[in-house]
């Protein structure tokens, strides 16, 4: 019953945007603090994102600060981040991240920033 489903990914260039989503069910999505994560080819999983429960509270990688915005929309069940001047080091899978009633994580979407 637990899902979470990133989309949004793809291939852009430097510079560019993208807006990830992430959909949830069967968790307490409006109880639940959310966060995006990515992990790059060869390397651990690295937090980028949390926004809280009520949305009111968000937090940032120093390396993304300033250029990611995470929301989310309690009606909807959805999480997103928007992406605003993309580099080539933030090509990654992205993950969503729920955290009530216990850790959920979604299948992953890849974003990937050519020069």
């Known amino acids: 019953q637990v899902q979470l489903v990133e989309s949004g990914g793809g291939l852009v260039q430097v510079g560019g945007s993208l807006r990830l989503s992430c959909g949830t069910s069967g968790i307490s999505f409006k109880q639940s603090a959310m966060s995006w994560y990515r992990q790059a080819l060869g390397k651990e999983r690295d937090w980028v994102a949390t926004i809280a429960s009520d949305g009111g509270t968000k937090t940032y990688a120093d390396s993304v600060l300033g250029r990611f915005t995470i929301s989310r929309d309690n009606r909807k069940n959805t999480v997103y981040l928007q992406m605003d001047g993309l580099r080539v080091e933030d090509t990654a899978a992205y993950y969503c991240?729920?955290?009530?009633?216990?850790?959920?994580w979604g299948q992953g979407t890849q974003v990937t920033v050519s020069s």
């Open positions: 991240k729920a955290y009530t009633p216990s850790d959920y």
